[in-house]
């Protein structure tokens, strides 16, 4: 588990569910709870919350073992926007609150972002999200954000991966106590086709995919792997029983 800067602990490994199609859904979130998964991440702009809700619905398991993610689209930010999304949001689930509300994108309308958080913090202080905060925000937004803010993100979701390391971002998060989660982390498989890491793997005895998910561990990154494939959902979790070299 990773502590966020409210003292809220998220899984250091999810399931990313991007381009799960709702056919898929069930059967995806079933193998990944019974593999031992617990965070789920998810968004407006990804159409599977329903069927993602739907899925949840059938396990058996108390509400408070799972950490569920999902994101406010660009299309619902501003004050008057942002708690009927999240409401939507949440109905579609068949949810009474997420574990972490996330801004997708920045944008480039710094008020209307301002707003959007100001929205997003009312909610979180009325008790109705666990946790908030951003995605694909650079230092600049962040910047931005921190001056305004009453409350500071907890997690800023990034393209992240060793060939996007992100290292000054990541350095700024650190300084200022906001997680890196990233995103797209096996690079959508083509870094699993790169010779070191596949030498590194080998050396191992273990998968290139294994490799990269242990790098975000090891580097206090919050991973979210997408797989459908039932090995690969299993074989990215089983990732704690060896470690990387420097
Ligand atoms: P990933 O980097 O997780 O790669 C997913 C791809 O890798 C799929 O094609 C999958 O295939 C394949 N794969 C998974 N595991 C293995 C394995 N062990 N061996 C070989 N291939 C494997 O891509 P995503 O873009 O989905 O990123 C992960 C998550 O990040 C998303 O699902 C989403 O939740 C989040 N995200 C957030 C964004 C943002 O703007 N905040 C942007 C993009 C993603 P298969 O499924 O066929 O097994």
């Not at 406010?72 to 972490?100: F, H």
């Not at 990541?170 to 870094?191: C, D, F, H, T």
């Not at 790169?194 to 561990?217: H, S």
Request: proline fraction near 3%; charge should be negative; aromatic fraction near 8%.
């Amino acid at each position: 588990m990773v502590k966020l800067n409210n003292n809220v602990e998220i899984p250091e490994l999810g399931l990313g569910v991007y381009k799960i199609e709702d056919a898929d859904v069930e059967r995806v979130v079933h193998t990944a709870i019974d593999a031992g998964y617990r965070a789920i991440d998810t968004a407006w702009f990804y159409k599977n919350e329903k069927a993602l809700g739907t899925a949840l619905k059938t396990l058996n398991i108390n509400r408070e073992d799972l950490f569920i993610t999902t994101k406010l689209w660009m299309t619902d930010y501003g004050r008057e926007n942002v708690q009927s999304a999240y409401e939507a949001s949440l109905k579609r689930l068949g949810l009474d609150y997420v574990d972490l509300y996330l801004i997708h994108w920045p944008g480039q309308d710094k008020d209307l972002i301002t707003e959007t958080w100001k929205a997003m913090e009312n909610l979180y202080n009325e008790g109705k999200i666990k946790n908030i905060g951003v995605s694909n925000f650079h230092v600049h937004h962040l910047e931005e954000l921190l001056q305004e803010a009453s409350i500071k993100p907890v997690i800023n979701q990034i393209e992240c991966h060793p060939y996007l390391t992100q290292k000054e971002l990541r350095a700024y998060l650190e300084a200022q106590k906001i997680v890196a989660q990233s995103w797209s982390p096996l690079m959508n498989g083509q870094i699993l086709e790169d010779e070191v890491v596949k030498e590194i793997a080998n050396e191992l005895g273990k998968t290139p995919a294994q490799v990269i998910i242990r790098w975000n561990i090891d580097e206090n990154i919050v991973v979210i792997p997408k797989s459908v494939t039932p090995s690969r959902i299993e074989e990215n979790l089983n990732v704690f029983d060896f470690e990387l070299s420097e």
